[in-house]
């Protein structure tokens, strides 16, 4: 009796999974779409917000389907309002940044040093765990917008900020260390180092003086200084050197472990892709790093090939509206019970089948694309598509490009093309070989109206 009921409670399950997903995907043109790949702007938290910026972090990414590849890092994105200044601290977290817009100066403090390193637009840096940063926006017009990858060192997902100093918003950490240890270790009365350590109200971004940045920037520099190591923290510019594919349609820029020793200590590499308005990138998957992408400019949309949700609901998704679906539900349940279908559905179910997982996506979204998973971006028609992707576990990754003159379909040796294809050679190549572009193609304008936000 038992078993039977299992038997009739699976096909359900199956249903009811139906129902949820295409009720997501047919939801798929606002931000709430995409689930559990997408982020849009109501999955960030402000962790500190003042008239002079803000700083947001990213909701951990707790889904049992990306978890395990990204589940301990995390996003955030600082922007600073010109002339804006951030207070001294540290993270118990490595941070890879990427500056987005504007420019500004990063002053780290630690191996009893101070490094003051100017950064601009299109710069990448690696930012230890621990070391002690404060940091300003040098423009006295324009904003200094950075987007982070934070991976923290204790505990997977999860960071703190450590400010030295304060007042009552940051508190100080010192604040909770008992007077006497506060004298020893000062070697000064508390009340003298209380009038240092606890009186800065102003909360942790205020303002600087023109003066003030004036002299922040007067020493800060590019790194790179005769016999310095390359373990030097120092800015590369992403978007300045080569790009690794560039046509009419886009450019693709990449630093890899091989260029960056912090990356590679990390396992991690920094690309963008900024796509030409009213252009694509190629269907392409990464074989072994999963990519945490920002986008950083424009609007678009994001198409991914997910085989982790049932092939049955794919195929009502495709077939039927969710609304539609849902009236008849409850019939389709029986009819397939009826006719035996539910276990020929749960065996294609866990032999391949794929959902598309589809969202709109603009500046601030954030998309993650586990291995091996063939994806898709397109940009708008208004305004390029600028994708920062952070790769992670990206030691010997390769991307592999799906259509266009690179892809490995187009090597299929000719005996085996009937084989694969069903399809006669020529037949074969007259599809494989239409695509004369690689990695960034025209878009599809014909789809145009249905997309337009
Ligand atoms: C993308 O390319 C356009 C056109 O060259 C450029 O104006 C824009 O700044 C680029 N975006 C980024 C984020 O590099």
């Known amino acids: 009796m038992g078993t039977m009921k299992a038997a009739i409670a699976a096909p359900l399950l199956l249903l009811l999974l139906c129902v949820c997903s295409s009720a997501a995907l047919g939801d798929s043109s606002s931000s709430s779409g995409g689930r559990p790949y997408h982020f849009g702007e109501e999955s960030f938290r402000h962790w500190a917000r003042t008239r ?195 046509n009419n349609h886009g450019r693709h820029y990449e630093i890899s472990g ?61 077939e039927h509206g969710s609304r539609r679906r849902e009236e008849w539900g409850r019939e389709e349940e029986e009819e397939e019970e009826e006719e035996g279908h539910h276990e020929q559905e749960e065996e294609k179910s866990r032999r391949g089948g794929y959902t598309q997982v589809r969202s709109r996506i603009q500046a601030g979204s954030v998309i993650v694309v586990p291995a091996g998973h063939p994806t898709v971006l397109v940009a708008g028609q208004e305004e390029n598509l600028a994708v920062l992707c952070f790769g992670v576990h990206a030691g010997s990754d390769e991307k592999v490009f799906l259509a266009g003159s690179n892809s490995p379909l187009r090597q299929v040796d000719d005996h085996a093309k009937a084989l694969v294809f069903g399809a006669e050679a020529r037949e074969v190549d007259r599809v494989v070989q239409a695509q004369t572009d690689s990695v960034f193609f025209r878009g599809p304008h014909s789809r145009r109206d249905y997309y337009s936000v």
């Open 52 to 246: 002079h910026g803000r700083f947001r972090v990213l909701d951990r990414f707790a889904d049992e389907l990306i978890e395990d590849a990204v589940g301990k890092y995390r996003v955030a994105v600082l922007e600073a309002a010109p002339r804006a200044f951030l207070q001294p601290s540290h993270y118990d977290a490595d941070e890879v940044m990427f500056v987005s817009e504007g420019e500004g100066v990063v002053v780290l403090l630690r191996g009893g040093k101070r490094e003051s390193v100017c950064v601009r637009e299109g710069d990448v840096m690696v930012i230890p765990a621990g070391a002690v940063v404060y940091s300003a926006n040098t423009h006295s017009h324009d904003w200094f917008r950075v987007v982070m990858l934070l991976s923290p060192v204790s505990t997977p997902g999860r960071f703190e900020e450590f400010f030295p100093v304060g007042g009552d918003r940051p508190e100080s950490f010192f604040s909770v260390f008992s007077d006497e240890v506060i004298q020893a270790a000062f070697n000064t009365r508390r009340e003298e180092w209380e009038q240092v350590f606890e009186k800065q109200r102003k909360g942790e971004i205020t303002t600087a003086s023109e003066e003030q940045i004036r002299e922040l920037s007067r020493t800060c520099s590019r790194g790179g200084k005769s016999g310095s190591s390359e373990w030097e923290i120092k800015p590369s510019s992403l978007t300045g050197k080569k790009p690794l594919h560039t």
């Open 258 to 318: 091989d260029e960056c020793p912090h990356l590679r200590a990390r396992n991690m590499d920094v690309g963008l892709a900024n796509i030409t308005r009213g252009s694509m990138m190629a269907p392409s998957y990464s074989t072994r790093a999963t990519k945490i992408a920002v986008v950083v400019q424009g609007s678009g949309y994001f198409e991914m090939a997910c085989p982790h949700v049932s092939s049955s609901s794919r195929r009502s998704s495709r």
